[in-house]
């Protein structure tokens, strides 16, 4: 439900629903519907929370990962499309792979009685936890046709062996 009700409809709910608690005096104590109203405004203030929380973060996109494994390495596709290799931030630690990218556009327009010029940016963001250890030192990174591919080295490379029991 988050980010479908437009924030100023919220706020105005909110502010009809504790003017109704006042002119139908539920504000009193001995009211046998003060405990509902109270968890109704509870939760609409909740919800005025979540939208404006959603509101902040509507310039960051949360992009698509794939981690796949091999028995040699790691790698981490991710989509970053539009995205310069410039604007990409790459942070490896031993448990977890961190991508920041930035989309900044401008467009301007002039016409003989029009003027439009407008900037856009967006943020991209990912942390994906590794499955084993890897050597950060080794990894590469290639961006081509705006998909992110991140090949990390394992740091101990395990290979399968049979067991038998004495």
Not at 63 to 90: N, Q, R, Y
Not at 135 to 150: H, N, Q
Request: no cysteine.
């Amino acid at each position: 439900m988050t980010g479908l009700i437009a924030a100023e409809e919220l706020k105005k709910l909110q502010k009809r629903m504790n003017r109704l608690m006042d002119d139908m005096g539920l504000t009193n104590l001995e009211s046998k519907y003060l405990d509902e109203m109270e968890r109704m405004q509870k939760r609409m203030g909740e919800l005025m929370q979540e939208v404006e929380t959603t509101e902040d973060q509507q310039s960051m996109i949360r992009p698509l990962a794939d981690v796949s494994e091999t028995d040699d390495e790691i790698i981490v596709t991710m989509d970053l499309p539009g995205i310069d290799k410039k604007d990409v931030d790459i942070v490896i630690s031993d448990k977890e792979l961190t991508v920041v990218a930035e989309r900044k556009t401008e467009t301007e327009i002039k016409e003989t009685n029009y003027h439009k010029h407008e900037r856009t940016y967006k943020k991209f963001e990912r942390t994906v936890s590794l499955p084993a250890g890897v050597k950060t030192e080794s990894a590469v990174a290639r961006l081509a046709d705006g998909v992110l591919k991140i090949s990390i080295p394992k740091e101990v490379v395990t290979t399968r062996k049979r067991i038998t029991i004495d």
